[in-house]
C-alpha cells in the first residue's frame, strides 16, 4: 500500500459544495407540500399540568394538527424516549415524555405541538395553547438537592439521588496519614451549551405505499435515533431511515434523541404530509441538553518531595431532570482525575442529582475539562504549599513512558480495565514547558508587572479517553463506473470524516483521492451503527475503511491475478486498473472488475469469491485508545475590570498517527476556543425559580474572533497499538484542559493579590471580587 | 397581505410577493430557493445570515423582505468566479482550513468581501475586531484570519477583490 495521503494536510472534499452555498442542511431539505411545527413549551421549572385547553388554536389560520401527551397514538402514550447507555446505578430511568403528560420538570420541557401551513402560523397558534400550569416547588440548585428535605425535582421521588457511583483503588486512608502535605480545595464548576451555529432541525416523512419513514434530522447519530423510534413507536426495523445530511456542528448535545424528533414523524404520519421543525436560539438556549455543572471536594496527600500519595473527595453532578444519556458524563468525570500522573490511591464518590433543569449529557471533553480542572488546581495549590514550580511538581509525577502499556486501576466507561494504551507524558509537557518560554515567563512577568501590567502562564495535563467501541462500521464498494465508494451510518458535523475516509481508501487502491465519493450518517446505508461522539470515528470508521478497502483490493488482486494466471503477488494496482506488474500484458479496469463481479451472466467467479467488489467491516476496538496532551496559556488580566486576555495559547496534542494535520490542528484550534469560553465567557444563568435567562446570543457569550488567539500546536505522535492505522480521537483534547490552564495562569497573573480560583468559569465581575476579597484578607493579615 | 417587490439577487432580477413580516433570509431561503444563507440565531448576533445588500455587509435576518425592494442583493450563490470556480477568498478559505461544518461560513464570506474590498490594508488585530460580528463554533477563527489577510496581501500586490 502506498501512503500518499495518509499523513498529509489533505484540503478537505467537503469544503467545495460548502463554499457555494451548496450545503444540505436539515432545513435545505424541502419536500412539497411541507407543514411547519411549533412546540408549547414549559414556562415553569417544576409544574403539574391539570389540563390543556387547544380547541382556540385548532380554529387559528393555516392550523393543521394540535398535538398534546393524551393526543398522541395509543403505542405512545405515557412511554418515554429510549435510555440508550443504561446502568445499574442509575436509580429510576427518567427519560423524557414526547409530550409532557401530567407535570412538566424544566423550563422548556415540550408540552404541546402544532402543526400548520407556515412556521408563522405555527407559532401565532401555540400562542394560543392554554396549558392550566399548577406550580410545584422547585430545586434548581445543585448543593441544595442532596438535602434530606430537598424538595424533589420529580413530584413522585423522595430525594433527588439519580445515581451513587464509586470509583478508586490502593489504601487512602493510608496516604493520608503518612503524608507531609494535604490540600484541599473545593472546584464549583458550571453548565456550559453547545450551540452549534445550526440549531437541531428534524423534518420527517410517512411513505404510506411502503408503511415507513424517512427522517431528517441533525443529529450525530441516525441510528440511535432510529433505534429510539423503532423503540417507542412499535414498528420494525426496515420502517424506519434516518438522515443525517449536512450538520451544521453538534460537540455532543446533537447526540442525544429529543422529544421533538420522535413528534414530528408521528405528526407526519397523522397528517400524510411532511412536516419540519427548525429550532431557534432560544430554543436551543431551553431545550437541549447542556453540561458541566459540578462541585468538587478534594483532598489531595502529597511527601515531603511532592510525590502524589493519594486523593479522595466527593463530587456532585447536576443532571438536570432527566437521564437520557445514562451518567456517562459524571462516570467519565470520575475515572479521569487521576490523569498522566502516578497516583498511589485514589476515592472519590459522586452523587448524580436531579435539579428542574435542562438535563445534562455529554457535551465536547464529556466531563473531563471538569476533572482535569480539579485535579490540575489542586496541583497548582500544593506546588504553592510546597513551594515548587508549577511544571515542576508536575514533572515529578508524570507516568515514565516505560511504564506504558500503563493499567491505572479503574474500569473505564467501555467496561474495561482503564489501561493507558502509549503516549510520553514527560516528553510532551517538557515540550510545552520549552516552546512556551515557561522558565524565562517569571523576568517577563517582573518586567510587565514595572509597567503595571499583569501578565500570568498557567500548565494543564491530560489523558483522554478516545475510540470508543463498541463497533462501527463502514462499507467499501467498486462502482460499475469504477469510482469507488465509502459508506458508513455514522454522521459528520464538521470534523471533515468524509475527507479522511477518502485519504484511507485512496491510498489503499492507489487512486486520486478524487475517486473517492465518501457517504456518511444514512442508517440505510449500513445495518448497524453507534454515533459520532467520544472521539471515535477516526478510530473505529478509519480501521473499518481501512480493512475494508483492504479486502477489496485483495478480491481485485485475485480476480486478476485467476483471469492473468499469475501469482496475487505480481499483482499490482495503478491509475484505476488492476494489472499485471512489470510486463506490458494484462490490464483490468477497476469498471471492468466490478461489472464483471457484479452480476455478469456468463462470468464465473474464481472459486472462493464472493460476488461484487464490496465489503464492510465493522471495527470493534479491544478498548479505548488514551490521547493526551499538554497546554500552557498566557493571559493578562485588567484588575481594575477583570477583564481577561489570552496573550498564547501552547498546545502539545498526543492523538497516536497523525491522519490529515490540517484537520486535526483544526480540531485542536476550536477545541481550545470552547475550552476559552468555558474558562471565562460562557455562564448560563438560572434565576432562583430554575428559569433560564441567558436565552440569547446577546446574552450567552461565545468566544469570538477578538477573543481566541491562534494556537501555537505541536504534534507528537505514539501510536495506538489498538487499531490498524494507530490512531486516537483528536476531538476534544483542545478544550478538556483549555480552562485548567488558563484558570491557571490567571492566578498566576494575579499573584500580587494572592487570589485564588477554584471555580469555572470565571467571568470578570466574578474575577474582581476576588480580588477585592483577597484584598480585604491581606489587609486582615496585616492588621493581625 | 403581500406585497410586491422587485429586487437583484446575484445578478439575476426578481420579483416576487411577500408577506410583510417574513424576513430577508426566509424569503432568499424558502421563496427564492436560496438555502446558501444560514440562520444561526435571527436576533441579529451570530451573523451566520450575512449577505450583500447593496455591496454592504448586512445581516438578512434583521432585515425584512419588503425593505429589500429596489436593492441588489449578493449572496454565497453568487460569490464564485463567473466560471463557476472558486473566488480568492474561497480559495484561501478551503487551503486554510477555515471551515468545518461550514453552517457559519456563508456569512463570514459575505463580511470580508467588504472588508477586503473596502480596506484590504487591514491588519490583524483589526480584522479580528471586525469578524466579532460573526461566531464560529467550529474553529476557533485562525484559519478564517489566516485565509483573509491572506487574499488582503494577494489585494495589495495587485490582485482582485472577491
Known amino acids: 500500500m502506498t501512503t500518499r495521503y495518509f499523513g498529509a494536510p489533505v484540503q478537505r472534499v467537503e469544503d467545495q459544495a460548502l463554499l457555494t452555498g451548496k450545503g444540505r442542511f436539515t432545513d435545505d431539505v424541502k419536500l412539497p407540500g411541507t407543514l411547519h411545527a411549533a412546540f408549547v413549551r414549559s414556562p415553569y421549572a417544576h409544574a403539574r399540568i391539570n389540563g390543556i385547553d387547544a380547541d382556540t388554536a385548532r380554529t387559528l389560520p393555516g392550523v393543521k394538527l394540535v398535538l398534546t401527551a393524551s393526543d398522541l397514538p395509543t403505542q405512545v402514550r405515557g412511554k418515554r424516549i429510549l435510555l440508550q447507555v443504561p446502568n445499574p446505578a442509575i436509580t429510576e430511568p427518567l427519560t423524557q415524555m414526547?409530550?409532557?403528560?401530567?407535570?412538566?420538570?424544566?423550563?422548556?420541557?415540550?408540552?404541546?405541538?402544532?402543526?400548520?401551513?407556515?412556521?408563522?402560523?405555527?407559532?401565532?397558534?401555540?400562542?394560543?395553547?392554554?396549558?392550566?400550569?399548577?406550580?410545584?416547588?422547585?430545586?434548581?440548585?445543585?448543593?441544595?438537592?442532596?438535602?434530606?428535605?430537598?424538595?424533589?425535582?420529580?413530584?413522585?421521588?423522595s430525594d433527588n439521588i439519580a445515581a451513587r457511583i464509586q470509583v478508586g483503588y490502593g489504601d487512602v486512608a493510608l496516604a493520608f496519614q503518612s503524608a507531609a502535605h494535604v490540600v484541599s480545595a473545593t472546584l464549583p464548576q458550571h453548565r456550559g451549551t453547545g450551540n452549534p451555529i445550526e440549531c437541531r432541525a428534524v423534518l420527517a416523512m410517512f411513505d404510506m405505499v411502503h408503511d415507513a419513514f424517512t427522517v431528517w434530522s441533525a443529529t450525530q447519530a441516525p441510528h440511535g435515533l432510529k433505534r429510539a423510534l423503532v423503540d417507542i413507536l412499535d414498528i420494525p426495523d426496515t420502517a424506519v431511515r434516518v438522515i443525517a445530511p449536512d450538520?451544521?456542528?453538534?460537540?455532543?448535545?446533537?447526540?442525544?434523541?429529543?422529544?421533538?424528533?420522535?413528534?414530528?414523524?408521528?405528526?407526519?404520519?397523522?397528517?400524510?404530509?411532511?412536516?419540519?421543525?427548525?429550532?431557534?436560539?432560544?430554543?436551543?438556549?431551553?431545550?437541549?441538553?447542556?453540561?458541566?455543572?459540578?462541585?468538587?471536594?478534594?483532598?489531595?496527600?502529597?511527601?515531603?518531595?511532592?510525590?502524589?500519595l493519594g486523593l479522595r473527595g466527593q463530587m456532585l453532578h447536576d443532571q438536570g431532570?432527566?437521564?437520557?444519556?445514562?451518567?456517562?458524563?459524571?462516570?467519565?468525570?470520575?475515572?479521569?482525575?487521576?490523569?498522566?500522573?502516578?497516583?498511589?490511591?485514589?476515592?472519590?464518590?459522586?452523587?448524580?442529582?436531579?435539579?428542574n433543569k435542562v438535563p445534562t449529557t455529554p457535551l465536547r471533553g464529556a466531563g473531563r475539562p471538569q476533572a482535569v480542572f480539579a485535579m490540575e488546581r489542586l496541583l497548582d495549590h500544593a506546588a504553592d504549599a510546597l513551594g515548587l514550580d508549577r511544571a515542576e511538581i508536575r514533572r515529578r509525577n508524570l507516568i515514565p513512558t516505560e511504564q506504558m502499556p500503563y493499567p491505572v486501576g479503574l474500569i473505564f466507561r467501555d467496561g474495561k480495565p482503564?489501561?493507558?494504551?502509549?503516549?510520553?507524558?514527560?516528553?510532551?509537557?517538557?515540550?510545552?514547558?520549552?516552546?512556551?518560554?515557561?522558565?524565562?515567563?517569571?523576568?517577563?512577568?517582573?518586567?510587565?508587572?514595572?509597567?503595571?501590567?499583569?501578565?500570568?502562564?498557567?500548565?494543564?495535563?491530560?489523558?483522554?479517553?478516545?475510540?470508543?467501541?463498541?463497533?462501527?462500521?463502514?462499507?467499501?464498494?467498486?462502482?460499475?463506473?469504477?469510482?469507488?465508494?465509502?459508506?458508513?451510518?455514522?454522521a459528520a458535523q464538521g470534523q471533515g470524516n468524509q475527507t479522511v475516509y477518502a485519504q484511507i481508501a485512496a491510498d489503499a487502491f492507489n487512486v486520486d483521492i478524487t475517486q473517492v465519493d465518501v457517504e456518511v450518517g444514512d442508517t440505510a446505508s449500513i445495518p448497524l451503527g453507534v454515533g459520532a461522539f467520544a472521539s471515535r470515528l477516526m478510530v473505529n470508521v478509519g480501521s473499518s475503511v481501512s480493512i475494508s478497502s483492504a479486502a477489496v483490493v485483495k478480491k481485485l488482486k485475485q480476480i486478476a491475478a485467476a483471469r492473468f494466471e499469475v501469482s496475487e503477488d505480481d499483482i499490482e494496482l495503478a491509475d484505476g486498473t488492476v494489472r499485471v506488474a512489470a510486463s506490458q500484458g494484462g490490464a483490468l479496469t477497476f469498471a471492468e472488475v466490478a461489472r464483471m463481479t457484479g452480476g455478469m451472466p456468463g462470468f464465473s467467479l474464481p472459486e472462493g469469491i464472493e460476488p461484487g467488489l464490496v465489503s464492510t467491516h465493522y471495527f470493534a476496538p479491544p478498548q479505548a485508545a488514551y490521547a493526551n496532551g499538554s497546554h500552557v496559556a498566557e493571559v493578562e488580566v485588567d484588575p481594575e475590570t477583570g477583564m481577561i486576555k489570552v496573550l498564547r495559547y501552547i498546545v502539545v496534542h498526543d492523538c497516536g498517527k497523525v491522519v490529515n494535520p490540517l484537520l486535526v490542528e483544526g480540531q485542536i484550534q476550536g477545541g481550545v476556543a470552547h475550552g476559552i469560553g468555558n474558562a471565562f465567557l460562557e455562564k448560563m444563568r438560572f434565576d432562583e425559580d430554575a428559569n433560564p435567562v441567558t436565552t440569547s446570543l446577546a446574552d450567552y457569550m461565545l468566544p469570538d474572533a477578538g477573543i481566541v488567539p491562534k494556537v501555537e500546536i505541536y504534534h507528537v505522535e505514539s501510536p495506538s497499538p489498538l487499531n490498524p492505522?494507530?490512531?486516537?480521537?483528536?476531538?476534544?483534547?483542545?478544550?478538556?484542559?483549555?480552562?485548567?490552564?488558563?484558570?491557571?495562569?490567571?492566578?498566576?497573573?494575579?499573584?500580587?493579590?494572592?487570589?485564588?480560583?477554584?471555580?469555572?468559569?470565571?467571568?470578570?465581575?466574578?474575577?474582581?471580587?476576588?480580588?477585592?476579597?483577597?484584598?480585604?484578607?491581606?489587609?486582615?493579615?496585616?492588621?493581625? | 397581505m403581500h406585497h410586491p417587490i422587485t429586487l437583484t439577487v446575484n445578478g439575476r432580477a426578481v420579483t416576487a410577493e411577500v408577506e410583510p413580516r417574513v424576513h430577508l433570509a426566509d424569503f432568499l431561503r424558502h421563496q427564492l430557493n436560496l438555502t446558501g444563507t444560514h440562520l444561526g440565531c435571527e436576533h441579529g448576533v451570530c451573523g451566520a445570515c450575512t449577505i450583500l445588500v447593496d455591496g454592504d455587509a448586512v445581516r438578512s435576518c434583521l432585515m425584512l423582505a419588503v425593505q429589500a425592494d429596489g436593492t441588489d442583493i449578493v449572496t454565497i450563490e453568487g460569490l464564485q468566479e463567473s466560471d463557476g470556480t472558486l473566488n480568492a477568498l474561497q480559495t484561501a478559505f478551503?487551503?486554510?482550513?477555515?471551515?468545518?461544518?461550514?453552517?457559519?461560513?456563508?456569512?463570514?464570506?459575505?463580511?470580508?468581501?467588504?472588508?477586503?474590498?473596502?480596506?484590504?490594508?487591514?491588519?490583524?488585530?483589526?480584522?479580528?475586531?471586525?469578524?466579532?460580528?460573526?461566531?464560529?463554533?467550529?474553529?476557533?477563527?485562525?484559519?478564517?484570519?489566516?485565509?483573509?489577510?491572506?487574499?488582503a496581501r494577494g489585494l495589495r500586490q495587485g490582485g482582485t477583490a472577491p
Open chain 1, 418 to 490: 482503564l489501561v493507558y494504551d502509549s503516549g510520553d507524558y514527560p516528553r510532551c509537557q517538557a515540550l510545552a514547558v520549552e516552546k512556551s518560554g515557561w522558565e524565562t515567563f517569571p523576568e517577563r512577568q517582573r518586567a510587565a508587572l514595572a509597567q503595571g501590567r499583569y501578565i500570568g502562564q498557567g500548565i494543564a495535563n491530560y489523558v483522554e479517553g478516545t475510540g470508543l467501541g463498541p463497533f462501527e462500521g463502514a462499507t467499501t464498494q467498486v462502482l460499475p463506473s469504477g469510482r469507488i465508494l465509502l459508506r458508513t451510518g455514522s
Open chain 1, 725 to 784: 492505522i494507530g490512531v486516537k480521537g483528536a476531538g476534544e483534547g483542545g478544550t478538556i484542559p483549555a480552562a485548567a490552564a488558563i484558570v491557571s495562569a490567571i492566578e498566576d497573573a494575579l499573584k500580587p493579590f494572592g487570589v485564588r480560583i477554584d471555580e469555572a468559569p470565571i467571568l470578570p465581575e466574578r474575577l474582581c471580587e476576588l480580588i477585592d476579597e483577597a484584598a480585604a484578607g491581606n489587609a486582615l493579615k496585616e492588621t493581625a
Open chain 1, 321 to 355: 431532570a432527566y437521564v437520557p444519556w445514562g451518567i456517562i458524563s459524571p462516570y467519565i468525570s470520575s475515572v479521569t482525575v487521576p490523569g498522566p500522573y502516578v497516583l498511589p490511591a485514589y476515592k472519590l464518590e459522586t452523587l448524580v442529582v436531579f435539579t
Open chain 1, 98 to 157: 414526547p409530550l409532557a403528560l401530567d407535570e412538566v420538570c424544566f423550563v422548556g420541557e415540550p408540552v404541546a405541538v402544532v402543526i400548520a401551513e407556515s412556521r408563522h402560523l405555527a407559532e401565532d397558534a401555540a400562542e394560543a395553547v392554554f396549558v392550566d400550569y399548577e406550580p410545584l416547588p422547585i430545586i434548581g440548585d445543585l448543593a441544595a438537592a442532596i438535602a434530606a428535605d430537598a424538595n424533589p425535582a420529580h413530584a413522585h421521588r
Open chain 1, 247 to 308: 450538520v451544521g456542528g453538534g460537540f455532543g448535545p446533537k447526540l442525544q434523541v429529543y422529544p421533538e424528533e420522535i413528534v414530528v414523524p408521528i405528526c407526519a404520519k397523522l397528517l400524510g404530509l411532511p412536516v419540519k421543525w427548525i429550532e431557534d436560539r432560544r430554543e436551543h438556549l431551553l431545550s437541549t441538553v447542556q453540561e458541566r455543572d459540578q462541585i468538587w471536594t478534594m483532598h489531595l496527600a502529597l511527601d515531603a518531595d511532592g510525590k502524589l
Open chain 2, 94 to 151: 478551503r487551503k486554510h482550513h477555515a471551515l468545518q461544518c461550514g453552517f457559519c461560513t456563508p456569512g463570514f464570506l459575505a463580511t470580508l468581501t467588504q472588508i477586503l474590498r473596502d480596506r484590504p490594508e487591514i491588519e490583524e488585530d483589526e480584522l479580528r475586531g471586525e469578524l466579532s460580528g460573526n461566531l464560529c463554533r467550529c474553529t476557533g477563527y485562525s484559519g478564517i484570519v489566516d485565509a483573509a489577510l491572506e487574499v
